[in-house]
């Protein structure tokens, strides 16, 4: 009479070894990063697995950064930067915010939220933007203002002419904009609405194209992969192109699950993403990449993903989406969270001449934490090549502990790369040392 | 060995046991149903309504375990029919939880593996609330 306790004991066995978990002896930053990266197959067993950053102090510390550059905290203290945006007169503006706000559906999204807070910062979002401003050139910010407030989790920044664009969590708004202006003068102007329904991903990623008529936005999934319902995905995870001028808006592209960052490739115009993928199929899959973004491309999710890898999760299934699929351009390693891009420019210097700063927020779906750094992914004929090369790292210590978390990075022409940290709330500056 | 030879010893089922049993028994029967609604309509929300009812049966269910665990300090209870019962819950309890685990994987993930183990949850449940309410006397419990 004791079947029922032995079928209790032979399931904890299963739920024991299944959250053992061999996959994770793969390297970091190997066989998933570049252009043809290798993919697993897909596992995930009764527990995903889960290492949450464990917060510290920067103290005396610093992020580590190649040898030939210097590293310093221009501003500190903000409010949950994300993005900035480097103006014509030198000046930086930082977004400021923390959206999002999904209500809760399940055990599980009660119990993920909580613990995923745990390696986020505490403090309350901004719902600014602040100006920094280095008035004699010596690389230390003196100036600081409140450029605008009460915006609605803004995140995405481009400046097209005297117009500077900011796309909160819900709208696109733009406000006039003259050179050396360090406060807004009046409240902004709604460009257009976005979809804000839900915003599980409540990221709005901006840039301007290179002629200025047009913006592009990322807007993310309302899902890791459909667990809101389908309905709740109509307008999600893709790419719009919004006319600057009327605020008319097309979808441009679709299929990018989550697309954090936008930047316009100088020379070539083209626009470029990079998309954070779904979780819970394993330590090693799938890629977030990098992309260049073709219009009216589909790029899988929710249905398939780096290119024809059909996702089991998602019914009802589609294989003619699945055959449309476009694969991604650069694999950068699964979970590492990208959140930010950025073209280099020869100022920079050497071997960080030609190719784009990547900012990695970092894992939480991995046993051994991934990303947590900038990387610099070289190009050469405008094309992704070679490997990623760390240029700012050191956020996750030795010890364990977690300084800081890379959020958006932008590059100032005369040579140096911004990089915001939504962890210890402060803004780093890299230049080549003088 | 048989301690309901004993009439003497003989009380009524207290009725916050006899609602705890049956409660789980609905509320199993709950996420099994739900589970059936996603699995023929792809309706997503069903999956969340059987994680919530999964998650209220382990509570009632795990209320039940603790007090029948207590009984068994009993002597007389650690073996027949009272034995059996507190395997049961613990059966329950077990593969419920499991189930729980099951059902926080993302939209499809759930199936199959979900679907039946709330077939065998709720199965378990009725066995145990019909040995609770026909002929267990546990008066004292819980």
Redesign the interface.
């Known amino acids: 009479?004791?079947r029922?306790?032995l079928?209790?004991v032979a399931?904890?066995s299963?739920?024991v070894s299944a959250c053992g978990n061999d996959a994770n002896r793969a390297q970091e930053g190997s066989a998933d990063v570049g252009p043809q990266p290798v993919l697993p197959e897909q596992q995930?067993g009764?527990?995903p697995n889960m290492t949450i950053a464990s917060p510290a102090q920067w103290g005396d510390q610093r992020p580590t950064v190649p040898r030939g550059y210097v590293i310093a905290a221009i501003a500190t203290d903000l409010r949950i930067p994300r993005q900035s945006l480097v103006l014509p007169n030198g000046d930086i503006l930082v977004a400021e915010g923390k959206g999002g706000g999904a209500p809760k559906?399940?055990?599980?999204d009660v119990i993920a939220g909580y613990i995923k807070a745990q390696g986020n910062s505490s403090v309350k979002g901004g719902d600014r933007l602040t100006l920094l401003r280095d008035g004699n050139g010596d690389g230390i910010y003196e100036n600081r203002s409140v450029f605008a407030e009460d915006l609605n989790a803004p995140y995405g920044l481009a400046l097209i002419g005297n117009q500077l664009y900011v796309a909160n969590q819900d709208a696109l708004v733009r406000f006039d904009y003259t050179d050396g202006q360090t406060r807004a003068i009046a409240a902004p102007v709604k460009v257009t609405d976005l979809p804000s329904a839900i915003n599980h991903h409540w990221t709005k990623a901006l840039t301007a194209s290179a002629d200025g008529r047009f913006l592009y936005v990322g807007i993310g999934s309302n899902?890791?992969?459909?667990?809101?319902?389908?309905i709740a995905e109509v307008g999600r995870a893709m790419v719009w192109q919004v006319d600057a001028q009327t605020g008319a808006h097309k979808p441009y592209a679709t299929g990018l699950r989550n697309p954090t960052a936008l930047a316009i490739q100088p020379g070539t115009g083209q626009l470029w993403a990079v998309v954070n993928e779904r979780d819970?199929l394993g330590p090693n899959l799938p890629p977030d990449y990098l992309t260049s973004v073709r219009e009216g491309g589909f790029y899988g999710w929710p249905y398939s993903y780096w290119g024809q890898n059909v996702d089991?999760?998602?019914?009802?299934q589609d294989p003619q989406k699945v055959a449309a699929a476009i694969t991604p351009d650069y694999g950068l390693g699964s979970h590492v969270a990208p959140l930010g891009v950025a073209f280099s420019t020869p100022a920079m210097g050497g071997e960080f001449a030609d190719g784009v700063f990547v900012g990695e927020h970092g894992s939480w779906n991995r046993e051994n934490p991934v990303g947590y750094k900038v990387v610099f992914v070289p190009f050469r004929e405008g094309r992704p090549a070679g490997a990623p090369i760390d240029f700012v790292s050191g956020f996750r210590g030795t010890d364990g502990k977690t300084r800081g978390r890379p959020v958006g990075v932008s590059v100032d022409p005369r040579g140096a790369l911004i990089v915001a940290d939504d962890l210890s709330n402060t803004l780093w500056r890299v230049t080549p040392a003088p | 060995m048989d301690a309901t030879v004993d009439r003497s010893r003989q009380k009524p089922l207290h009725p916050v046991h006899a609602f705890l049993v049956s409660a789980t028994v609905t509320l199993f029967l709950g996420a099994l149903l739900s589970d059936i609604a996603y699995a023929t309509s792809y309706q997503v929300q069903w999956t969340n309504f059987a994680s919530w009812l999964i998650a209220a049966g382990l509570l009632f269910g795990g209320i039940l375990l603790v007090f029948a665990l207590i009984g068994l300090r009993h002597a007389d209870r650690r073996e027949g029919r009272y034995l059996l019962y507190g395997l049961i819950l613990l059966a329950i309890w077990l593969l419920g939880f499991i189930n729980a685990l099951v059902h926080a994987k993302d939209a499809w993930a759930v199936m199959p593996e979900g679907l039946i183990l709330s077939a065998i949850v709720l199965l378990l449940a009725c066995g145990a609330a019909w040995m609770a309410l026909s002929n267990l006397r546990m008066g004292d419990a819980p």
């Open positions: 009479m004791k029922p306790a079928w209790a399931g904890l299963v739920l995930r009764l527990l559906l399940t055990p599980k899902s890791n992969i459909t667990e809101r319902g389908m819970e089991p999760r998602v019914r009802p």
